[in-house]
């Protein structure tokens, strides 16, 4: 009995405690992860790629041309917001226009929000669950993978994702779990309601879904009165003051953002999205349960026999509403699994349970012992499911850079993206070879009809040809053309497509163009410089031009 009991108290402090020392170890350990974790992935440089790199190049076009001075929204179309951009641009600062900017920009993201959320944290919960959620932060921007593909995709497709699924993650905490000493110092709550509104200012920068899912749980949160209301007002008159600063410094039209987001959002067809919608729900229905037991377990314990109606609708209602926004998430992107924020669902059961243990009489050590080791579980049953991938990719990606497993061309080394290379082996391999190939040609194609007063627009899936060869890019244009966010339903005007441009480069045969823009385009009248293989370069005469002005 007496070795029984010893051992129950042992786990309940390892789980529930919230010392200064725990919190001081774990606080080293995250350090020293996240450092290894920074370490490696600058040596890697940018991964040995082998799953969508076609869609790379929309991180460094928009990076390119804001080196150039451009303005996202209103010198070029985006169907994102330009924080993904910037991030980029930062990573530029560290070396050379190159595919390795987004590894230096992600490094310094993963600091700041993993270190972020452990701060948050240390009022929230124990040393143990601060530490595992942090580390889920870290790796959830820093992996490049696409949320959903297999462990061996790895590049940077979707990134933008990622930072959203962080970033929500981390205002959800602020939003929906309580510091354990609720009232506290009021400065503590002004602080918190003020990363809360600069979450909110991230979310929009980012990408529009997140910021809307944000919007709804920030406004559920305070109708059940989750959130202090020191936090609530700190976040209400701090998310506008910031993104006022934000839009000042950046030059970026609010107006024109908002006017790309219509134009996107316009593009999408609205049956295909509840399609999607019910097809996830179908495939995640089993996971509900599960959810749901967090709240039964959590508001089981002796310790927390509060009434009423509000405290027991919001406890059963708050996994719903995760569990629906994590779906809304999964059907607007481009993705075919995964679910990180159900992690914050784990984190909360596992956190409620830890505080009834807390206030469960300390005789009871075998049920306060098994109980938070079912916490324990229940979290890592939604928390580990991604970074389990993550960390299997960060190896392979490790891997292949140690061995030096890749290929690429020596066309790709004369430019600045020397360092896109790609997997020789794999289910994607052969892709990834097509489109090597097809940069050669198009590299190739380029460079033939370069000169320093050429603009060239790449109506295209992505551009990676002028920042590949350092090429002013035209004040127009757009980072990534796809028939889902731009279609005939729903396109920015031609003119501002076009641009200043003086040269289009369009894939042969393509039908984009002249299925979203009709008569439009073919009334250009643009000339043919040269056709390759793939490729047809063209150029936007005088006459053309003339004509967008009118």
Known sequence: ???????????????????????????????SLLAAIAIIMVWNGAPIMNGRPWDVPTLLDGAWRITNGQVPHRDFYSHLGAFPFYLTRLGMKFSQPCLSAIVYGNVVLMAILALTSAAILARRTSALYAFLFSMFVGLLVVTPRPLGDPYDYNDYAMLYNRFGEALLALFSVLAFLPPVQPGGRRVFNILEGF??????????FDKLNYFVIAVFFFVLAGALRFPNTDAVLACIVSAPVILGLVLIITDIPLGAMIGDFRITAGAQSPGNRLATLAIQTVKAAPLLPLLLLITWESMSGRGRKQTGWLFK??????????????????????????????????????EMIRRTSLATDSTEYFFTGVRNVAGLCLMLFFLLPTPKIDLMALRNCTFAAFTKDFVTSDVLKTTALRDFRFAPNGTRSQFSREYMESLDEGIQLVRRHASPDMRLMVAMFTDPFNVALGLRPPEGGLTCWDTIM??????????????????????????AQKETYGDEWDALGLETVEETKRFVLLKVSQVAARSLDR
């Open 195 to 204: 990363i809360m509104g600069l979450l909110l200012v991230g979310l929009w």
């Open 486 to 511: 731009l279609n005939q339903r729903s396109h920015p005007p031609l003119k501002r497509l076009v641009g200043n441009s003086t040269h289009i480069l369009a894939l042969r045969k393509q039908s």
């Open 313 to 350: 609708f919001r406890e059963w209602f708050l996994p719903l509403a995760l569990f629906g926004g994590a779906l809304l998430l999964l059907s607007s992107n481009c993705q075919v699994g995964e679910m990180p924020l159900l992690a914050v669902a784990g984190l909360y059961g596992a």
């Open 1 to 31: 009995m007496y070795l029984v009991r010893n051992h129950n108290q042992f786990v309940n402090r390892l789980l529930i405690s919230a010392t200064r020392r725990s919190f001081m170890v774990a606080g080293i350990a995250l350090v």
